[in-house]
Each structure stands twice: as C-alpha cells, then as structure tokens.
C-alpha cells in the first residue's frame, strides 16, 4: 500500500458554522505541518468556489499562536459556503488542483459537505486525478449517520442549554407561555438538548417538539393548555423542523429560500414563532405568550463552548490528516463512543457514501411515547457531550403564614 | 432625625428581570440582617401583587449559602409583576404592611417600579402610614434618569456584544445581510452596546438604529446597500423600539399588547426583524438576508455576566438598606461616574420622582450625525460597565497568488 505521496494539501470548510469547526482545521493544519509529508497547506476561501476561483491562503505560514487563537474562535475562519459541484465544476477543480500540485483534500462540513467530498472523490477517480479525499464531520444538527455525535453538536447544546435555563427562570418570574424555536431541520437533537436546561421538576421546558414526531397543531395547544393548568405557566422548545402529517415543515409555508442542496431555508426568521404563539393565544385563554427565536446564536455564540466538543473537533482534524498519510485511502473520521460507564470515544474512518447526503434523525428510545418530550436515555447520551452548566439556585422560600 | 424605626422589612421586584437583579435583593437582605435593626425580612411574591395577596415568604430564615447562589443565577427569584397601583391599591397594601408590622418597604425595578414606590410613598404619608419606601434601580434597557447607568445594563451589553461578535465572525463565513433586533423600547443604549463586538475595522455591525433617531425605510435600504457594495456583507443592529418620523413605533404596527403602565409589547416576536430582512430583500438586490431577535435571553442569560454589574447591582441593595435605617428619608439609590481617568462610581440617594416614569434616552454625543452608528464616546462610555469580553481571533490569512 501506497503511503503520503508528494503533493501539497487544500483544506476548506463548508455548510453552516459551528463553535469549534476552527478546532478542526487547526488539528488538520498542526498535523500536516508535524507531519512534514506535506508540502504547502492551502487553505481556500469559501469551500470549493474558492478552489474554483484559486482564492488560496498559505496555511503553512500561520503562526502557532494564531493558529490556537482561531482555533478557539466560533465560524468558519476560512469562510464557508453552501454549493454541491457538478460534473463539470469537479474538471474545473482538478485543473485548479493539478495546477498548485495538490493531492489531499480536506471538507470540513456536515451531510452535504461530505456529499460534495464524495462527488470529488468519485470523479477524481473517473478523470483519473490521484487525489486522497477526506471528510472532516461538523454539525450542530448532530444528524451525520455512522456518528455517535458531531463536533459543534456539544457546544450548540450548551448554548440551548444555558439559554433554556435562563429563559426558563425569566418564565419563572413573570409567568406565561414561552416558546423557544431551536435549530434543526430533520433531526431534533439540539431542541432535545434544551431539557438539560433542567434542575428542578418543575422547571421547563416543559414540552418539547422535534421534527421527527408529526406536530399536530391541536395536541399541541391541548398540551401547553395542560401544563399551563399545573403550573401557571408553560416553556416550549420546538424545532424550526417540525412538520405536519404530511411531513411538510412548518415554517417552511412562509418561505420559498432553497440553496442548491435542495434545503428550504428555516432559520434567520421568526415567522414560525410566531405562528405558534399566534395558535396558543387563539386556542386558549392565556394572556402572555411568547415566542423566541434563538437563530444563529446557536452555532456561532463565543464563550459558551463544551470542552469536550473542543477536544473531539480538534481531533477529528487531526486523525484526517493521519489518515491521508498512511496510505491509499479516502473517507470520513467518525466520532464513535465506547460502551462504558465513564465517557470515552473512538474514531473510526468510514467510507464517504456512508455520511453523504442522508442524515440521521433521534432514535425512538430518546422521545416519549406522546411525542412531546424527551427520555431520561436523552439525557444520559447528551449530557457529557455538553459538560458542566452553570449553576443555578432557587431560594428555599420559607412560607409565611398568611394573617 | 429620627433614625431606624421598629418594624419589619418587605422586599420585592418588579418589571423585566434582569441577572444581575438577584445580586440587588440579595445586597438588601444581607445588610438587612447584619444590621440587626429589622425585624423580619419578608419578601413579597410576584411585587406589589404578593404584598395585596399576602403572599410572603421569610427571607431571614434564608442560609448566607443560599443567598449568595441565588445572587449569581440571573430572573427575578422572587417572581415579578407589571402592575401600577391605583389609590385603593395602596390603602389594601397598607392594611396588609400594618398587618405584618412593616415599615421598609423595597421595590426593584426600573422606571415603573420607581412609579409605583413613588405613588407607594406619597399615598402612605397621605394614609398617615410611617413607611420607609425605597427603590433600587434595575434595568437592562440603562434609561433611568440621575443614574449614569443601571445595574442590569452592562450584564445585557456583555450578552449583545458577544452575541454580535459570534454574529459578525458568521455573517463574515457566510455571507449576506443580517438584522439583530435589540431590546430597548425608547431607549437605545443596548443596541448600541453590540459596537463593543468590534475587533476589526470591517467587523460588523456595520449600521446601528436606535430610537433616539428616526427611522426611514428608504435610508435604511440605501444604507445597507452601501456597506454590502463595500465589504460583501452587512450586520446591522436594531432598538426594537425604532419608530417612523411621527415617533409610532415600526414593531407597533403589530401588536396590540399593552400593559398597565401603558407600554405596548415589542419583545417576544419576530415580526419586526423579518419585515426589515423583507424591506431589504424588496428594495435591493441582495439574495441573502437573515434576521435574529435576541429577544429574552439578553435579559436572564446565565454565564455571561459583567462582573463590574454583579458588584454594582449588590452595592445599591445593601445601600437602599443602609439608607432607609439611618434617618426618615425615602428615594432611589442612583449609580453616578466619578470624573476619573480609571473608572469609578459612588451612589447617592435621589428623590423617587426623580427616577419615576419618565425614561432617559441616549445623549446625542453617543450617536453619529446620519443617526446610523455610535460615536467612539459612547464606547468610552459602555466599555468598563462590560469588562472583558471574549478573545476573537482571525487568520492572518497570506494570500497565494494566482497561477
């Protein structure tokens, strides 16, 4: 088997951000750079339209101290872009390629990334250009198949998570129905994660709405109606993905936004919050209700970041690298965790169509019978990926007898 | 000068939370006790609402533990209320503070509450009541009148000014025009706090609208327009109380919520971001154009607390307490700046009409000439009420030249 060959490395990112998919590029760049098989390190702007239209930076000459400073820093340093290439647009690339002497290509993104790492790859092949292909996991969604979870998954987490909870004691001191929407247009692991929020049994959210359950508009206010009942107030978090009987999304009846993956565009307004406050209000008696849009907060937001997602996005770049150089191969690095007590991972490389395109949505076991909240199996999955919480306290508030 | 009376104390909060409130009831609660001239300490549920339905609980009994968790989790512990006290009111209230032998009485709140002690006050001397009435500002929109800033204002900068550095490094990834709404309903020094998120000369945001100014559809677009034909991109931070020339509110146009101090409700919906994105989408030819409304999470965020806010919150609490126990006064504890090179506040005691009702707006040394961005005084001005914020970095990004 063929190890490193000559040839210089194009790294770029793509899909939405995330909080740490800089972490990953670092780890790539760091490696490439150890490993001295590798000649320059290319970084191009905007995935591959900046490859189409040669906008390169030097990698290799980044210092370490700015290389750990972006590493730290939310989005996409090296910018990002939504695009999937034709047959076409692939020659295009590999003219480009074969002109700066690249032979290792590195995508950082999620389904749709790896989809646009998988055509190069398989194209490369057929227009006969030696080009080793690797696919390095980001999403906040957590929605990539073959993965326990996805880097940027367990800072987004926590930043649901933090926002819930404040949220939650805002709803707390001034009582109504709050909803939050949350990001995630299949998959409802990021609303799911808004329940970490939770400290006491009475704190929200109280229901929780993801895209994989059909959303009923009337079960829905007959279950915010009946929490309201219990306990004067109710907080929702609801996926920006969630959809009718027919699967047809929500929000997706106030906008015509598609980018070239086919997705309609959710996030960046507040229409479905409103509709769903709009419902509460014209179904029930309830006075305050609310709604919040969390947007792009979610995957950008500095200083609210998991560790343990920090460390894992730094990895994955890195074991990307590694695994370019030690032999013939191409793929993507998935993120797979041990089964014991204590949270461990493992990275296992897996072939490209295995993470292209589809996603992955909550297995059954994580939502409850209802389709209103979540499981206590949730919890135990998701909580190490998010690390500690910030604490939160109530008063004991001691009664005084009425005169 | 008669100095502390016998009787016990009442404290409660009132208006939007903030979360650095806790800090203040936990500041008049401490001193309370420590002075050992109180006699209870009660605090009443949900403001001048728990004190009419007698709805107490001892705040005495509470550990130093519990008190100093409660002071950094961010909401209203004692739960809130929107609620102006008519003439009876007042007399119901007295009946119940004779009841339970109260004669210092707290309220925390921004302007409205500052209303409602002053309308406490005068209706008590009138009954012939002896009450010590007190109010601690609090408010995350800075726009009380005789304080140079209000605790609650630096935590809820920090939160927007972080949020809109995430925002920027997103907005600079992935291209195109992004709206973040703002709280602030005729104040807007909040907006205005996201220019702390600027690094770089090119870093958004970019345009600034508060409502100090007018706001007029045509200049916004042509606005806009500018900085996206310069930098590619745009970020433009919005009070969500921006109004046309005659001063109605653009958000107003949509709802029809109006609580008892007479203010329509603007926060918890998306409707004015998106007819913004909308406005821009329809008059330019921009394709890509997203707006966020930060909506409650600027006001009980958890984590994100300005540590010189934590510390003021707490000193006008103790302070109010101190106060009220040395002689027979009443009044609000104001926050001025003292004319330093470093920065530094003292407090002063300030009649309650002072601070009641009426609102303070930006002065027009914070706001440009075109009424579209803040000055660098105004940077001056907000900076230390912030403190440190998070460390950004970019790459330095060595161009490869084309081949």
Chains 1, 2 share one sequence.
Do not use: W
């Amino acid at each position: 088997m063929k190890k490193a060959i000559e040839g210089n490395m194009v790294i770029a990112q793509s899909g939405g951000p995330s909080a740490v998919i800089n972490q990953s590029l670092v780890g790539a760049v760091v490696e490439a750079k150890k490993s001295g098989k590798i000649g320059k390190i290319y970084g191009a702007l905007h995935g591959i339209k900046g490859i189409l239209e040669e906008k390169f930076i030097d990698l290799g000459r980044e210092s370490d101290k700015t290389l750990n400073a972006v590493a730290k820093t939310p989005s996409s340093a090296l910018g990002t872009v939504r695009m999937k290439p034709s047959q076409s647009d692939c020659l295009d690339i590999f003219a480009v390629l074969k002109n700066y002497g690249v032979r290792y290509f590195f995508y950082i993104g999620g389904n749709d990334s790896a989809e646009t790492a998988q055509i190069i790859n398989q194209e490369a092949k057929r227009a006969n250009y030696e080009l080793r292909c690797f696919h390095i996991p980001k999403t906040i969604d957590n929605d990539l198949r073959e993965n326990d979870h996805t880097p940027g998954f367990g800072s987004a987490a926590k930043f649901v998570a933090v926002a819930v909870m404040g949220d939650n004691l805002d709803n707390r001191a001034l009582p109504g129905v709050k909803i939050d929407v949350i990001m995630g247009r299949h998959a409802g692991f990021l609303t799911a994660a808004t329940a970490l929020a939770r400290v006491h049994n009475d704190d929200g959210p109280h229901l929780i709405y993801l895209p994989e359950r059909p959303f009923n508009v009337d079960t829905f206010a007959a279950d915010v109606q009946k929490v309201y009942k219990k306990l004067g107030r109710c907080v929702v978090a609801v996926s920006e993905g969630i959809s009718d009987e027919k699967g047809v999304p929500i929000a997706s009846k106030f906008t015509r936004e598609v980018d070239s993956h086919g997705n309609v565009q959710l996030s960046g307004t507040g229409a479905l919050g409103d509709l769903l406050a709009g419902i509460i209000k014209a179904e029930t008696s309830i006075k305050r209700v609310r709604a919040d849009t969390f947007g792009y907060l979610q995957r950008s937001f500095p200083s609210v970041i998991s560790e343990t997602d920090s460390r894992e996005a730094r990895a994955v770049g890195r074991i990307a690298v590694k695994c370019a150089l030690s032999a013939d191969i191409d793929g993507s690095i998935a993120i797979k965790r041990k089964n014991t007590e204590r949270y461990s991972v493992y990275f296992e490389r897996v072939p490209l169509e295995k993470v292209a395109r589809k996603t992955k949505e909550m297995p059954a076991e994580f939502i409850n019978k209802q389709g209103n909240f979540i499981t206590p199996r949730f919890i135990k999955y998701a909580a190490p990926l998010v690390g500690k919480l910030p604490e939160v306290a109530r008063l004991k508030g001691y009664r005084v007898v009425k005169k």
